[in-house]
Nanobody, 120 residues
Framework: EVQLVESGGGLVQAGGSLRLSCAAS????????IGWFRQAPGKEREGVSCISSKDGSTYYADSVKGRFTISRDNAKNTVYLQMNSLKPEDTAVYYC?????????????WGQGTQVTVSS
Protein backbone atom coordinates (compact mmCIF):
# COMPACT_ATOMS: atom_id res chain seq x y z
CA GLU A 1 0.00 0.00 0.00
CA VAL A 2 1.37 3.38 -1.02
CA GLN A 3 1.64 5.83 1.85
CA LEU A 4 2.85 9.42 1.96
CA VAL A 5 3.12 11.04 5.38
CA GLU A 6 3.87 14.74 5.66
CA SER A 7 5.22 16.44 8.75
CA GLY A 8 6.91 19.66 9.78
CA GLY A 9 4.12 22.17 9.36
CA GLY A 10 3.27 24.76 11.97
CA LEU A 11 2.81 28.42 12.80
CA VAL A 12 5.64 30.78 11.94
CA GLN A 13 6.06 34.52 11.61
CA ALA A 14 6.66 36.15 8.26
CA GLY A 15 10.30 35.86 7.32
CA GLY A 16 10.70 32.62 9.22
CA SER A 17 11.51 29.11 8.03
CA LEU A 18 10.05 25.63 8.15
CA ARG A 19 11.18 22.30 6.77
CA LEU A 20 8.52 19.89 5.62
CA SER A 21 9.15 16.17 5.29
CA CYS A 22 7.33 13.56 3.25
CA ALA A 23 8.01 9.95 4.25
CA ALA A 24 7.03 7.47 1.55
CA SER A 25 6.41 3.73 1.60
CA UNK A 26 4.79 1.02 -0.48
CA UNK A 27 6.64 1.65 -3.73
CA UNK A 28 10.17 1.85 -5.11
CA UNK A 29 10.83 5.38 -3.95
CA UNK A 30 13.86 6.20 -6.06
CA UNK A 31 12.03 5.29 -9.28
CA UNK A 32 9.57 8.18 -8.98
CA UNK A 33 9.46 11.94 -9.04
CA ILE A 34 7.84 13.44 -5.95
CA GLY A 35 5.98 16.70 -5.80
CA TRP A 36 4.74 19.19 -3.23
CA PHE A 37 1.40 20.93 -3.71
CA ARG A 38 -0.48 23.35 -1.51
CA GLN A 39 -4.05 24.48 -1.06
CA ALA A 40 -5.07 27.69 0.63
CA PRO A 41 -8.62 28.24 1.93
CA GLY A 42 -10.98 28.97 -0.93
CA LYS A 43 -8.32 28.34 -3.57
CA GLU A 44 -7.46 25.48 -5.88
CA ARG A 45 -4.58 23.15 -5.13
CA GLU A 46 -1.42 24.35 -6.84
CA GLY A 47 1.95 22.82 -7.59
CA VAL A 48 4.82 24.17 -5.52
CA SER A 49 7.85 22.06 -6.34
CA CYS A 50 8.91 18.72 -7.76
CA ILE A 51 12.08 16.64 -7.77
CA SER A 52 12.95 13.98 -10.33
CA SER A 53 13.73 10.39 -9.53
CA LYS A 54 17.17 9.93 -10.99
CA ASP A 55 19.16 13.08 -11.62
CA GLY A 56 17.58 15.21 -8.90
CA SER A 57 16.43 17.90 -11.26
CA THR A 58 13.93 20.25 -9.69
CA TYR A 59 11.00 22.48 -10.54
CA TYR A 60 9.66 25.43 -8.58
CA ALA A 61 6.59 27.57 -8.99
CA ASP A 62 7.49 31.20 -9.65
CA SER A 63 5.92 32.21 -6.35
CA VAL A 64 8.47 30.20 -4.34
CA LYS A 65 11.62 30.36 -6.47
CA GLY A 66 14.61 31.48 -4.49
CA ARG A 67 12.86 30.83 -1.17
CA PHE A 68 12.01 27.11 -1.20
CA THR A 69 14.37 24.19 -1.79
CA ILE A 70 13.27 20.63 -2.46
CA SER A 71 15.54 17.66 -1.84
CA ARG A 72 15.30 13.93 -1.42
CA ASP A 73 17.07 11.23 0.54
CA ASN A 74 16.51 7.95 -1.29
CA ALA A 75 18.07 5.97 1.57
CA LYS A 76 15.33 7.27 3.87
CA ASN A 77 12.51 7.32 1.30
CA THR A 78 11.93 10.94 2.23
CA VAL A 79 11.50 14.21 0.38
CA TYR A 80 12.05 17.55 2.07
CA LEU A 81 10.84 21.06 1.37
CA GLN A 82 12.93 23.74 3.02
CA MET A 83 10.89 26.94 3.13
CA ASN A 84 12.67 30.20 3.92
CA SER A 85 11.54 33.82 3.93
CA LEU A 86 7.99 32.69 4.43
CA LYS A 87 5.17 35.06 3.58
CA PRO A 88 1.55 35.15 4.77
CA GLU A 89 0.49 34.10 1.26
CA ASP A 90 2.38 30.82 1.78
CA THR A 91 -0.28 29.85 4.33
CA ALA A 92 -1.87 26.62 3.12
CA VAL A 93 -2.12 22.90 3.64
CA TYR A 94 0.90 21.33 1.97
CA TYR A 95 0.58 17.93 0.33
CA CYS A 96 3.09 15.42 -0.94
CA UNK A 97 2.23 13.67 -4.22
CA UNK A 98 3.43 10.83 -6.40
CA UNK A 99 2.08 9.75 -9.79
CA UNK A 100 2.47 6.16 -10.90
CA UNK A 101 1.43 4.09 -13.89
CA UNK A 102 0.81 0.49 -12.91
CA UNK A 103 -0.38 -2.08 -15.50
CA UNK A 104 -1.42 0.75 -17.79
CA UNK A 105 -3.51 2.47 -15.11
CA UNK A 106 -2.80 5.98 -13.80
CA UNK A 107 -2.62 6.48 -10.06
CA UNK A 108 -2.27 9.70 -8.07
CA UNK A 109 -1.30 9.33 -4.44
CA TRP A 110 -1.56 12.10 -1.85
CA GLY A 111 -0.55 12.45 1.74
CA GLN A 112 -2.91 13.75 4.40
CA GLY A 113 -1.33 17.20 4.32
CA THR A 114 0.40 19.39 6.85
CA GLN A 115 -0.79 22.87 7.78
CA VAL A 116 1.55 25.82 7.33
CA THR A 117 0.42 29.13 8.78
CA VAL A 118 2.48 32.29 8.33
CA SER A 119 1.50 35.26 10.45
CA SER A 120 2.21 38.82 9.42
Amino acid sequence: EVQLVESGGGLVQAGGSLRLSCAASGFTFDDYAIGWFRQAPGKEREGVSCISSKDGSTYYADSVKGRFTISRDNAKNTVYLQMNSLKPEDTAVYYCHVYRVVAGMDYDYWGQGTQVTVSS
